[in-house]
């Protein structure tokens, strides 16, 4: 083999190999094999390279280097079954791999090419299952950055959350209040609108009732003897025949009334077993963004001087 043939070679072997070094870290052997590639070493290459790929864990990179090796190996050493089981293996790992024909011997290129027009079926399958496999990853690299994308966002809006506490001080002394004040301070609606209900509507009926009776009361007069002379007397009566109904009025008034007294004071008991003079209540608000600071901002002034115009920049921050 001529000496330029074995440099062209050289390079050919050498320049993949940098590429692949600065992509990835390369594993030892497949160094090694390259560089007793080099020495010409064909039958060490393609056993030692056979064997590596046995064993596996290689990178997709590193498989096609070694199969690629070997594969020129036994092609160097005319062994064409060993040749094209390694060049199919390699174009089923990297479909659209060419040789160099700058830095591999023509008839290796034309050998691979013919192979790959052999394995053309087979191989747009596996460009096919590439493309899916490169779509796939894209969308999983996609899901992975929107969830990133949601968890730092997440991540941020619990930095801007405060606990805010809000301490409520109760009066003691809107628990005596009628109506259910002391319970609608306490925030016991429910009980407080059925109290006050209940309470308004006794004082209503005892009101009425007060009225009701004392419209049934009636005034007359009479003369007496007395001793500076006659003098009248003015009275108050209810009519005999209004009396039953004055009497239903007047239960009705002091009843009501009682009524009322009794729910006042159990509203009271109630409102004084719940009672506290302080209440503490916390929750949580999200802060607002900070606004962004505006962009700097350049200007171009044109001004009049005397021997002409003048030019000003004006930058704002």
Not at 26 to 41: F, N, Q
Not at 139 to 151: G, H
Not at 266 to 286: F, K, N, P
Request: aromatic share 8%; proline share 6%; charged share 25%.
């Amino acid at each position: 083999m001529s000496r330029c043939l074995t440099l062209l070679l050289v390079l050919g072997l050498l320049v993949p190999g940098a590429v692949l070094a600065a992509d990835e870290q390369v594993d030892p052997e497949v160094s090694a094999l390259r560089a007793s590639y080099e020495y010409g070493r064909y039958a060490e290459v393609l056993e030692r390279a056979s064997s590596r790929i046995d064993r596996g864990r290689l990178s997709d990179n590193e498989l096609a280097e070694l199969h690629k090796l070997a594969g020129l190996s036994a092609f160097h050493l005319n062994r064409s079954e060993d040749s094209a089981r390694h060049f199919r293996a390699l174009l089923r790992v990297e479909p659209d791999f060419n040789l160099d024909p700058f830095a591999v011997p023509p008839p290796a290129v034309a050998w691979l090419d013919s192979i790959r027009e052999q394995m053309s079926a087979e191989l747009d399958l596996v460009r096919q299952e590439r493309r899916l496999r490169v779509e796939r990853e894209r969308a999983e690299t996609e899901r992975e950055r929107v969830a990133t994308e949601e968890r730092r966002r997440r991540v941020e809006e619990l930095a801007r959350q405060v606990t805010v506490r809000e301490v409520e001080k109760r009066s003691y002394l809107v628990n005596f209040m009628p109506f259910g004040a002391g319970q609608f301070q306490q925030g016991r609606t429910s009980v407080g609108t059925l109290l006050a209900a209940t309470e308004g509507a006794l004082a209503v009926t005892s009101i009425l009732s007060f009225f009701a009776y004392n419209s049934l009361i009636e005034t007359g007069k009479v003369t007496v003897d007395a001793i500076g002379g006659p003098k009248d007397i003015t009275y108050t009566y209810i009519p005999t025949s209004r009396k039953p109904q004055a009497l239903v009025w007047k239960w009705l008034k002091w009843g009501s009334a009682g009524g009322f007294y009794a729910v006042y004071a159990a509203g009271v008991i109630d409102s004084l077993r719940y009672h506290q003079d302080q209440v503490v209540q916390t929750h949580i608000e999200t802060l607002p963004l900070a606004p962004q600071p505006a962009p700097p901002a350049a200007r171009l002034n044109l001004h009049p001087t005397p021997g002409g115009a003048g030019v000003g920049f004006t930058l704002a921050f």
